[in-house]
């Protein structure tokens, strides 16, 4: 039996990451990296750096999401309010996703990750929409993992385009009013196929949601941190998840019933 010292010095010598339990980890994490242009403009660089250093946190966060596993990790990248930014800078966040997607296919392949996109992904530029069809083509078949990117995604145009589908098939008898249920919702949103969020975490200090899975971060865990995304690291990614396990999700019933 080591000694309450020796103890001691045994937890705090153990990585952050053992100290996660395996068996309570979240289904489906989602991201808001958030912070690209402030981390850039307090070295003095432009926005742009802060971008291309963002793609390291991406890596290391899907790598870290695949030694777990959590099987569903989904992170926003553009949003439809993105296409406002000067148009400077949508060129360099557009050129950066082909060179990322070129460069992170090894990763996905090595890691057997399935790539997935939402969004309003026709209003991509070209080379950048055919970039993303053909990695997540060739990534299709992949069951270890689904990464999901959010590009030029808006919750409120998800829910619009839904509520569009679902009208006209009741003009058409396809179906009945009284047959919309959450999960007939649920079946039109970009999201189909991923379960509800449990944890989404936003970088960058901003606590806000800024249009993203409105729909299904209902009963979500939020994580909130300051860290400005191209600092983001596995063990930022770790420490968000030992909160996580901390919490308890009551979905509307008392502790009691929770624990009797
Ligand atoms: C997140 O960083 C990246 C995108 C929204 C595309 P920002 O570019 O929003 O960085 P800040 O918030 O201005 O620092
Ligand atoms: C949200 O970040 C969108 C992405 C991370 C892609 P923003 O930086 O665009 O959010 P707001 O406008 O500050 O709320
Ligand atoms: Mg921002």
């Known amino acids: 039996m ?14 952050l990451v053992d100290h996660i339990d395996r068996s309570k980890l979240p289904r489906h994490l989602a991201v808001i990296m958030d912070g690209n242009g402030r981390w850039a403009k307090k070295q003095g660089f432009f926005r742009s750096f802060g971008h291309e250093n963002g793609t390291e946190a991406v890596h290391e966060v899907v790598e870290a999401c695949a030694e777990l596993p959590i099987p569903f990790l989904t992170l926003y990248a553009f949003s439809t309010e993105n296409w406002n930014r ?44 055919q970039e993303l069809m053909d990695v997540m083509e060739q990534t299709k078949s992949n069951p270890h993992m689904t990464l999901t990117l ?7 145009e998800e829910i619009t385009k839904t509520i569009k589908e679902i ?40 606590q806000r949601i800024s249009n993203f899975l ?41 502790s009691e019933q929770l624990n009797p």
């Open 86 to 129: 000067p148009k400077s800078e949508v060129k360099t966040l557009m050129k950066l996703l082909v060179s990322s997607l070129k460069k992170e296919i090894n990763t996905l392949q090595k890691n057997k990750i399935r790539l997935n996109a939402i969004g309003n992904l026709e209003a991509l530029p070209k080379k950048a929409y």
């Open 2 to 15: 080591p000694s309450e010292e020796n103890l001691v010095t045994v937890i705090f010598s153990m990585n």
């Open 167 to 206: 009208s006209v098939k009741v003009k058409n008898n396809l179906i009945s009013p009284s047959d919309i249920d959450e999960s007939v919702i649920n079946n039109h949103l970009y999201t189909r196929d991923l379960p509800d969020v449990d944890l989404l975490i936003r970088t960058s200090g901003e």
């Open 150 to 156: 959010a590009l030029s995604y808006g919750a409120r």
């Open 214 to 254: 409105l729909w299904q971060i209902a009963y979500a865990e939020l994580y909130f941190t300051d860290t400005l995304w191209p600092d983001y690291r596995k063990d930022h990614l770790f420490e968000a998840i030992l909160d996580y396990q901390n919490r308890e999700r009551r979905f509307g019933k008392t």
